[in-house]
C-alpha cells in the first residue's frame, strides 16, 4: 500500500525557515514523479515544486523560485522541501504527492497519492 507522509511543518516567523520531509513507502519511488503542492484556506491546491520521474528535472512555481529547494533521497525514499526567506503568504497546508506516469507535474489531477498534509504557518 503507498503511503506518503509528511512532517516539518510549523509556525515561523517571516523571513525564517523550514523544511518539510515526504517519507514515501509501499513501493519505490525512483521513477515517479514527485509534488509539493499547498493550499490556503478559501483557495484551490496550488503547485509549489515537483521533480519529474523521467528525466530528474526540478519545476519550482515562480512565487517560491529563488526561496525553496526540492531535493531527493532515492535510498531514503525520502523528498525534501527547503524553504526559506518565507512570508505570510506562504501559509497553507503543504501536501507531497507521488504520480507514478509522470505526465503534468503541476498539475495536482495528474497525482494518484498524497499525504495527509503538513500546516506552515508563517507570522508577520
Known amino acids: 500500500q503507498v503511503q506518503l507522509v509528511e512532517s516539518g511543518g510549523g509556525l515561523v516567523q517571516a523571513g525564517g525557515s523550514l523544511r518539510l520531509s515526504c517519507a514515501a513507502s509501499?513501493?519505490?519511488?525512483?521513477?515517479?514523479?514527485m509534488g509539493w503542492f499547498r493550499q490556503a484556506p478559501g483557495k484551490e491546491r496550488e503547485f509549489v515544486a515537483a521533480?519529474?520521474?523521467?528525466?530528474?528535472?526540478?519545476h519550482y512555481a515562480d512565487s517560491v523560485k529563488g526561496r525553496f529547494t526540492f531535493s531527493r533521497d532515492n535510498v531514503k525514499n525520502t523528498v525534501y522541501l527547503q524553504m526559506s526567506t518565507l512570508k505570510p503568504e506562504d501559509t497553507a497546508v503543504y501536501y507531497c504527492?507521488?504520480?507514478?506516469?509522470?505526465?503534468?507535474?503541476?498539475?495536482?489531477?495528474?497525482?494518484?497519492?498524497w499525504g495527509q498534509g503538513t500546516q506552515v504557518t508563517v507570522s508577520s
Open positions: 521533480v519529474r520521474g523521467i528525466d530528474g528535472n526540478i
Open positions: 509501499g513501493r519505490t519511488f525512483t521513477r515517479y514523479t
Open positions: 504527492a507521488a504520480d507514478p506516469l509522470g505526465t503534468a507535474y503541476y498539475n495536482p489531477k495528474s497525482y494518484g497519492y
